[in-house]
């Protein structure tokens, strides 16, 4: 399924096809070529999630290792670090056994990779909120044709990425609020809540992310009730 291109603003119309453009191979090659090679777009394994997060939210290819947290003080304590380059990840375990519901990452900067290893390290950085589209196309992408044609929202196609909730300190990120709704229309919001800034001397990007697990269940679990999607006023 390729996935329909939300208009990022203020930036020219040939800038955005080429973002798209690498975002696209990224989604193969992040967060190294040799391990990415064949796998053709599957979901992200949740216990690689955020190593793989940290080449797609910069355009990079560099490798990051995954340090996974048990605990979330754990978490909330630790930050993303450059040299090495680790991202830092916690898992919400969802209602359905052995299944994730979401995933929070500390991650670092396009710059601050760019002034660790060079200018050639990462391209930008892009919006959290589109890990959500390569997850929930990946997980379409992923399902058999008997799946595909009960999947709810429109067979998927009735799926709003709405733009990064982007909060003021790493305390508000903290608390990830709702991350899936559903509006008057039917239609499935997801949203990426994020926080970039400065920690312990570099530049990081924090980011709460739908899990695979969680999005295949969203999109086919017909009990799974999701809150109603703000009135924006």
């Known amino acids: 399924m390729s996935p329909t291109h939300t208009p ?3 930036l020219p119309a040939a800038l955005q096809a080429a973002l798209w453009a690498a975002l696209s191979a990224v989604a193969l090659l992040s967060p190294s070529a ?3 090679q064949g796998t053709g777009n599957a979901p992200w394994p949740v216990d690689q999630f955020c190593g793989r997060a940290q080449g797609y939210v910069t355009l990079s290819s560099r490798p990051a290792r995954n340090v996974l947290h048990e605990g979330y003080d754990s978490f909330r304590a630790a930050a993303a670090s450059v040299q090495p380059l ?6 919400v375990a969802d209602e359905a056994p052995g299944s994730a519901r979401l995933v929070s990452c500390k991650l670092a900067t396009a710059a601050a990779l760019r ?3 060079g ?3 990462a391209r930008s950085d892009s919006s959290c909120s589109l890990v959500n589209r390569n997850t929930f196309t990946a997980v379409l992408d992923a399902m058999t044709p ?8 429109g067979q998927g196609k009735k799926i709003a990425y709405d733009r990064d909730t982007v909060v003021a300190s790493a305390a508000d990120w903290l608390e990830p609020g709702e991350l899936a709704t559903v509006d008057k229309r039917g239609t499935l919001h997801l949203t990426a809540r994020s926080w970039t ?3 312990t001397g570099r530049s990081v990007r924090h980011c709460h992310f739908i899990a695979p697990d969680f999005a295949r269940r969203i999109l ?7 809150p109603a999607t703000p009135v924006k006023r």
């Open 34 to 36: 040799a391990h990415a």
């Open 197 to 199: 800034g400065d920690e």
């Open 119 to 121: 200018a050639e390290a």
């Open 146 to 153: 008997d799946e595909r044609s009960r999947a709810r929202f």
């Open 86 to 91: 680790e991202a830092q990840q916690y898992t």
């Open 220 to 226: 086919l679990d017909g009990s799974l009730v999701l």
């Open 115 to 117: 002034a660790a290893y």
């Open 8 to 10: 990022i603003p203020s």
